[in-house]
């Protein structure tokens, strides 16, 4: 494969815990009239100051992202690190960051898009909620898709506290929202649903087959039906997409490519777009570690 650049109810006193930059204040699980709530912690670089405003950065999959220690496979994204020193180096305008914890066993279903899912035939439906994983667990787990509510308590219930609670920029070109395999799908899904709210998305090695398989797999397409005409306007937007090569991320190529290509059909460039292909780069946390400068620099660019 050749590698390509297109150049074109949270407690009243929440647990503050100490990152090794800054600092993480757990919000405890916020609770939400649309789901069954959610853990959120926020870090804050140290020389965060309530006189100044700062962008904004949603990112999914929040106990992944700054302790190791804690997590399933003992790897995290770090972000904390890789924001303090992109913000001491000026690289990028002051930030914040909302970690949104997945559920657990209904983060497919929180983060799965649910228009084009269900465009999908009945049939394709059900046996995309039977189909499992490599390890032999169901990939729904039982739960059925709901990403469309997951989507209402990111926006009208997260980041009205979000932006009352801390000093922030609260338009949409201050506001990113960013994951990686089913949290990228998710990110792009809400730029799509809200591009009011989100002014910038970065969507790391989307998974875009949904299930894990390719063969027959009729969601990539029912995607991609759903992006033509809804994907943001390349004039207010910001659209950053990357993937690698081995593991889960070999799946993503077609698809990708196909995006890409819608992107640019309706104005993309380099500018407001980019879309990397890393060699060699799995699908796990330290993979997304490493490349996290890249998608920060350009949609946070001072």
């Known amino acids: 494969m050749k590698s390509f650049i297109w150049a074109f109810a949270f407690s009243i006193f929440p647990t503050i815990l100490y990152a090794q930059v800054g600092s993480i204040i757990n919000l405890g699980v916020v609770k939400s009239k649309y789901a069954s709530g959610y853990n959120v912690d926020v870090w804050l670089p140290a020389n965060y100051s309530a006189s100044k405003q700062y962008a904004v950065i949603y990112m999914h999959d929040g106990q992944m992202l700054f ?57 394709q439906q059900t046996a995309m909620y039977h189909d499992t994983t490599a390890y032999g667990n169901n990939v729904f787990a039982n739960f059925k898709v709901n990403s469309d509510n997951y989507l209402k308590f990111l926006v009208n219930e997260l980041k009205p506290l979000i932006d009352k609670r801390f000093s922030t920029y609260t338009d949409k070109s201050q506001t990113i929202i960013m994951g990686s395999s089913m949290g990228g ?36 397409d029912a995607m991609l039906q759903y992006l ?68 920060l620099q350009f949609l946070l660019k001072p």
């Open 185 to 220: 799908l998710i990110s792009l899904y809400a730029i799509c649903q809200y591009p009011e709210i989100f002014g910038k998305a970065a969507c790391m090695s989307t998974h875009w087959p949904l299930v894990f398989k390719t063969d027959n797999n009729p969601f990539p």
């Open 67 to 123: 302790d190791s220690t804690t997590t399933w496979n003992k790897q995290a994204w770090m972000v904390q690190n890789v924001v303090a020193n992109l913000m001491a180096e000026n690289k990028i305008v002051p930030a914040i960051i909302i970690a949104i914890h997945n559920n657990g066993q209904s983060r497919h279903a929180d983060y799965t898009p649910q228009i084009p899912f269900k465009k999908l035939k009945r049939q």
């Open 228 to 295: 033509i005409g809804k994907l943001p306007q390349p004039e207010s937007h910001m659209l950053y997409f990357d993937m690698g090569t081995m593991g889960i991320d070999s799946l993503y190529e077609s698809t990708q490519i196909q995006v890409d290509a819608l992107c640019i059909d309706i104005g993309y460039n380099s500018n407001n777009f980019m879309s990397v292909v890393f060699e060699g780069a799995d699908h796990n946390e330290k993979a997304w570690h490493k490349r996290l400068h890249i998608p």
